[in-house]
């Protein structure tokens, strides 16, 4: 799907958003791969507000992973992007599901760099930078099927 500009990126972050607050009610991994600047936080600010936070999202590059409460779910914003070390991943618990008192939707930035270790993905987006600045192409994997035809619609 190719995406002309950064609201459009933030729309679909946010019909996506939206699906998952509605129709997921178990933890949920969401994998977000692609270059720098390809868009990930960027989706992940539209897929927040479709949560119903109304908040600043900013990249969790040096904290590593942000933690949002939700009123239906928690939300993990996890950035693996100066990671180095398992052992890093292991101390950022992304290897076991969580058991908390509502589900939570993890959303990984840089999941390759987790790769054998944190949890396995639900759904997967590809983000690709295109010739033209503006435009990013996305690509949707879906691993569990939870949100059925409700991925197609976006």
């Not at 990126?9 to 600047?37: Q, S």
């Not at 599901?97 to 639900?122: A, F, N, Q, R, Y």
């Amino acid at each position: 799907m190719i995406i002309e500009s950064e609201n459009r990126m933030k729309a679909i972050g946010k019909d996506l958003g939206r699906h998952v607050k509605n129709e997921i009610l178990e933890n949920y991994v969401i994998f977000l791969e692609g270059d720098l600047g390809a868009g990930k936080t960027t989706f992940v600010k539209g897929f927040m507000k479709g949560m119903g936070f109304e908040e600043v999202v900013n990249s969790p590059t040096f904290s590593l992973i942000e933690l949002i409460e939700l009123d239906t779910h928690y939300a993990f914003h996890v950035d693996l992007y100066r990671i180095n070390r398992k052992n890093e991943l292991y101390e950022l618990d992304l290897h076991e599901e969580t058991d908390l008192d509502k589900p939570s939707v993890h959303l990984i930035e840089w999941p390759e760099k987790g790769k054998g270790v944190i949890l396995p993905p639900d759904l997967k987006i590809i983000f690709q930078t295109l010739d033209n600045p503006n435009q990013r192409d996305i690509f949707f994997e879906d691993f569990s099927h939870k949100l059925g035809n409700n991925l197609i619609k976006l």
